[in-house]
């Protein structure tokens, strides 16, 4: 199944997704089976479904961590 299939289960539509990302439909139909990195945090937040599962390709953990770092400093 491909990833952007899981996000719809969830959201239903790719008007709907298109409109959580700020995005046209047309560019959430392209995304394939890889979620633009950019919009894996948003979505995550939107589905609960992890950036890590949305796209594989970026080190999340890295991201996290400083993110957690930021907040301490605060």
């Known amino acids: 199944m491909k990833t952007l299939d899981i996000v719809l289960k969830e959201v239903k539509t790719k008007t709907k997704l298109a409109k959580i990302c700020n ?12 979620i633009p990195a950019r ?8 589905t609960g479904i992890p950036c890590e599962t949305l796209n594989p ?14 907040n301490s400093e605060t």
């Open 23 to 34: 995005v046209s439909k047309s560019a959430v139909g392209q995304w394939g089976n890889v």
């Open 39 to 46: 919009f894996c945090p948003t979505i995550e937040k939107v």
């Open 57 to 70: 390709q970026v080190e999340w953990s890295v991201l996290r961590e400083s993110h957690e770092s930021n």
